[in-house]
């Protein structure tokens, strides 16, 4: 319960694309908020982009226009479309589920998965 498992990292060229998929255990990711983070070497991690239940989006200032967040409610996944990619995106990215329980909000993380844009 709670695993998240990320795919699709890899290195690819500036101004390249690549596309991050998430699949969430069935009984967190219908009720959870899906969002992805990115922590770059020496760096604080950083929220992306957010997917609520119902499908509303919201993106960081850094990538919005470039970065598209989606969610297959059929394949409890959650994908990261990444156009226009840059070197500053570089980064482990993780996939996050978000939602309430008991007053509480809860958390589960996946293991990350490397996007290496070179220049």
């Known amino acids: ?18 596309r991050l998929s998430c699949v969430a255990s069935g009984t967190i990711f ?22 609520t239940v119902r499908s509303l989006t919201n993106y960081a200032d850094s990538v919005k226009g470039r970065f598209t967040i989606s969610r297959d409610n059929a394949k409890n996944t959650v994908y990261l479309q990444m156009n226009s990619l840059k070197p500053e995106d570089t980064a482990v990215y ?4 978000k939602r309430r329980g008991g007053g509480l ?4 993380w996946g293991q990350g998965t490397q996007v290496t844009v070179s220049s």
Not at 1 to 18: F, K, W
Not at 30 to 51: D, F, H, L
Not at 94 to 97: D, F, G, I, K, L
């Open 105 to 108: 909000t809860i958390n589960n």
């Open 1 to 18: 319960q709670g695993q998240l498992v990320e795919s699709g990292g890899g290195l690819v060229q500036a101004g390249g694309s690549l």
């Open 94 to 97: 993780y996939c996050n589920a």
């Open 30 to 51: 219908s009720i959870s908020a899906m969002g992805w983070y990115r922590q770059a070497p020496g760096k604080q991690r950083e929220w992306v982009a957010t997917i």
